[in-house]
T-cell receptor, first 112, second 115 residues
C-alpha cells in the first residue's frame, strides 16, 4: 500500500495566484480529512468528507478556500486567490470508520 | 464539540529515562477512540498508540504505553527508555464513535531528549 499520496510536496507561488493541492487517499478508506498546520495556529481541521460527501467544512477559513472529492480516490483543496497568510503545511489524511487517521507527507505552501 | 487538552507545551527527558505526556479530553460520549501521534522534524504524522474507550486494559506498544482513566477523562502517554529518536511533537487525539466520526486533536507537546 502506497499510503496517502499528496502532490505537490512543495509549492511556491505569488500572492493572487490560484493554488491546487491534491490528495489520493488509501483505497477503501471512507473518510478524508484536510488539515493546515502553522507554528502560530497549530494543526487545524479544514474540512472532512465521508464517502465523498463533505460533512464539516466549518474550518475552511473563508470563501477563497474550496475542497472537492469527485470520487473515492481523489480530492483537491483549492485556494483562489492565495495570500501570504495561507503559507503553511497542508495535510491530507484518510481513515476507515472508527480507526486512526493515516496522514500523507504534507504539502508545504509558500505564498510570496 | 469535544475538546482535547495537552497542558504541557514542552517537555524534556534524559536519554534512557521515562517521561509521561499528559492529555485530558471533554466528552459526553461513552464510546470513542483515543490516539497518540508523533510528528518528528520530517513533519510526517505517525501513529504511536491507540485506545478504545470500551477497553479497560491500557494499550502498550513496545516502549510506549498509556494510562487511560475514563472517569477522569485522562489519557497520558508514557515513554520508557527514551531514545534520541523519540524527540518530536506529540499530539493526543480523540475520535467520536457517534455520527460523523469526528476527530479532535490537542495542541501538542514538544518532547526534547537530552543525550
Amino acid at each position: 500500500d502506497a499510503g496517502v499520496i499528496q502532490s505537490p510536496r512543495h509549492e511556491v507561488t505569488e500572492m493572487g495566484q490560484e493554488v491546487t493541492l491534491r490528495c489520493k487517499p488509501i483505497s477503501g478508506h471512507d473518510y478524508l480529512f484536510w488539515y493546515r498546520q502553522t507554528m502560530m495556529r497549530g494543526l487545524e481541521l479544514l474540512i472532512y468528507f465521508n464517502n465523498n460527501v463533505p460533512i464539516d467544512d466549518s474550518g475552511m477559513p473563508e470563501d477563497r478556500f474550496s475542497a472537492k472529492m469527485p470520487n473515492a480516490s481523489f480530492s483537491t483543496l483549492k485556494i483562489q486567490p492565495s495570500e501570504p497568510r495561507d503559507s503553511a503545511v497542508y495535510f491530507c489524511a484518510s481513515s476507515p470508520p472508527r480507526r486512526e487517521q493515516f496522514f500523507g507527507p504534507g504539502t508545504r505552501l509558500t505564498v510570496l | 464539540a469535544q475538546t482535547v487538552t495537552q497542558s504541557q507545551p514542552e517537555m524534556s527527558v534524559q536519554e534512557a529515562e521515562t517521561v509521561t505526556l499528559s492529555c485530558t479530553y471533554d466528552t459526553s460520549e461513552s464510546d470513542y477512540y483515543l490516539f497518540w501521534y508523533k510528528q518528528p522534524p520530517s513533519r510526517q504524522m505517525i501513529l504511536v498508540i491507540r485506545q478504545e474507550a470500551y477497553k479497560q486494559q491500557n494499550a502498550t506498544e513496545n516502549r510506549f504505553s498509556v494510562n487511560f482513566q475514563k472517569a477522569a477523562k485522562s489519557f497520558s502517554l508514557k515513554i520508557s527508555d527514551s531514545q534520541l529518536g523519540d524527540a518530536a511533537m506529540y499530539f493526543c487525539a480523540y475520535r467520536s464513535a457517534g455520527a460523523g466520526n469526528q476527530f479532535y486533536f490537542g495542541t501538542g507537546t514538544s518532547l526534547t531528549v537530552i543525550p
